[in-house]
T-cell receptor, first 116, second 110 residues
């Protein structure tokens, strides 16, 4: 089945130690998103790619970077995780505007990050 | 003011009850509206889109009031499996971004 896959599902890192979260998709969608979600809060968009075009949200800290080497893969790099970065990180995809159901975002299961 | 506001709940209802959630959005230029469902410690999943004319999918009915900038979700004959957080989501056709509300938590008890 076509899907969005995130690895790892759980990640523990130390304060200040860089960490990379990965996302892959078999949907062949053009648009990929990274969200941060803390307990009882709305998913907060960090950035998104339309193909290779990168779009950063104005309030996304510089500590967060992303790479999309090809259509299928996208990475979230946290250069120096702080305690406040502990959260669920969700990857999502959507197809290009004009295609059927292009508005729908398909989410991966998320990576739960713990910062010690 | 948040772009999308929802009552966090929880709404605690017995099985078989009818429950309604409302959501307000601040940007009058918003073009697309959705309800997503999120189970505890899982990812959000699209429940239904919301159209100006209102739409129904089984026990679920969604309505949009553009003049008042609110969206509603009605669940009839609640099931235990309906227990989840319901996220109100708003999109702008000019971008690919969706704005999520914080969610309304529903607990259906036996």
């Amino acid at each position: 089945d076509a899907m969005v896959i995130q690895n790892p599902r759980y990640q523990v890192t130390q304060f200040g130690k860089p960490v990379t979260l990965s996302c892959s998709q078999t949907l062949n969608h053009n648009v990929m998103y990274w969200y941060q979600q803390k307990s009882s809060q709305a998913p907060k968009l960090l950035f998104h790619y339309y193909d290779k075009d990168f779009n950063n949200e104005a309030d996304t800290p510089d500590n967060f970077q992303s790479r999309r080497p090809n259509t299928s893969f996208c990475f979230l790099d946290i250069r120096s995780p702080g305690l406040g970065d502990a959260a669920m990180y969700l990857c999502a995809t959507s197809s290009s505007p004009g295609r059927p159901r292009s508005y729908e975002q398909f989410f991966g299961p998320g990576t739960r990050l713990t910062v010690l | 003011r948040k772009e999308v506001e929802q009552d966090p709940g929880p709404f605690n209802v017995p099985e078989g009850a009818t429950v309604a959630f409302n959501c307000t959005y601040s940007n009058s230029a918003s073009q697309s509206f959705f309800w997503y469902r999120q189970d505890c410690r899982k990812e959000p999943k699209l429940l239904m889109s919301v159209y100006s004319s209102g739409n129904e999918d089984g026990r679920f009915t969604a309505q949009l009031n553009r003049a008042s900038q609110y969206i509603s979700l009605l669940i009839r004959d609640s099931k235990l499996s309906d227990s989840a957080t319901y996220l109100c989501v708003v999109g702008m056709d000019s971008s690919y971004k969706l704005i999520f509300g914080s969610g309304t938590r529903l607990l259906v008890r036996p």
